[in-house]
T-cell receptor
Framework: DAGVIQSPRHEVTEMGQEVTLRCKPI?????LFWYRQTMMRGLELLIY????????DSGMPEDRFSAKMPNASFSTLKIQPSEPRDSAVYFC?????????????FGPGTRLTVL | SQKIEQNSEALNIQEGKTATLTCNYT??????LQWYRQDPGRGPVFLLL?????KEKRKERLKVTFDTTLKQSLFHITASQPADSATYLC???????????FGSGTRLSIRP
């Protein structure tokens, strides 16, 4: 298996533009997580899905952020409009399920820079 | 408020020594605790999980302890090697796995 796949790996955009980050989880994994990592705030859980259904989106910073999981093999995180403070590395992770014994497998991340 | 703290300063250890990293938490009752390794430019990689009713877990040169009274987990790397140099993150999970909170990480450097 190729592991969790994220695209793009790097994104540079201007303030106000829409940004869409993409994630393909490991085949057979039922849970998918979106994280944001910055020097100041560390790794923050934004939202997670189980069986394609959003379970907890309390970490989503504001209405400008939205996430979807239309099927078991694809998820998107959208920021509209983007702001400079959204600059961070965004990670997608997947696991077999939500059970505590299931380790999360992280993707390589998307480094987002909003100018 | 709920808080997780890891060694705020980077840890520099001589090769061959044991490295010990700390994860402290407040106002939180985790049922499970995980440790991850993160290398620059990469996503975290899972290392170990320990349950609240377990005091210690080992995997090769790694050892994790979990003291719910002290609200602390310790992560040990014995016979440390330069290849162990990375940032190590602890993550707390509630019993329902409904909340997952990561610490800010500790940067570990092993010098030859």
């Amino acid at each position: 298996d190729a592991g969790v796949i994220q695209s793009p790996r790097h994104e540079v955009t201007e303030m106000g533009q829409e940004v869409t980050l993409r994630c393909k989880p490991i085949s057979g994994h039922n849970s998918l997580f979106w994280y944001r990592q910055t020097m100041m705030r560390g790794l923050e859980l934004l939202i997670y899905f189980n069986n394609n259904v959003p379970i907890d989106d309390s970490g989503m910073p504001e209405d400008r952020f939205s996430a979807k999981m239309p099927n078991a093999s694809f998820s998107t995180l959208k920021i509209q409009p983007s702001e400079p403070r959204d600059s961070a590395v965004y990670f997608c992770a997947s696991s077999l399920g939500l059970a505590e014994l299931n380790e999360q497998f992280f993707g390589p991340g998307t480094r987002l820079t909003v100018l | 408020s709920q808080k997780i703290e890891q060694n705020s300063e980077a840890l520099n250890i001589q090769e061959g020594k044991t490295a010990t990293l700390t994860c402290n938490y407040t106002n939180y009752s985790p049922a499970y605790l995980q440790w991850y390794r993160q290398d620059p430019g990469r996503g975290p990689v899972f290392l170990l999980l320990i349950r609240e009713n377990e005091k210690e877990k080992r995997k090769e040169r790694l050892k994790v302890t979990f003291d719910t009274t002290l609200k602390q987990s310790l992560f040990h790397i014995t016979a440390s090697q330069p290849a162990d140099s990375a940032t190590y993150l602890c993550a707390l999970l509630t019993s329902s796995a409904s909340k997952i909170i990561f610490g800010s990480g500790t940067r570990l450097s092993i010098r030859p």
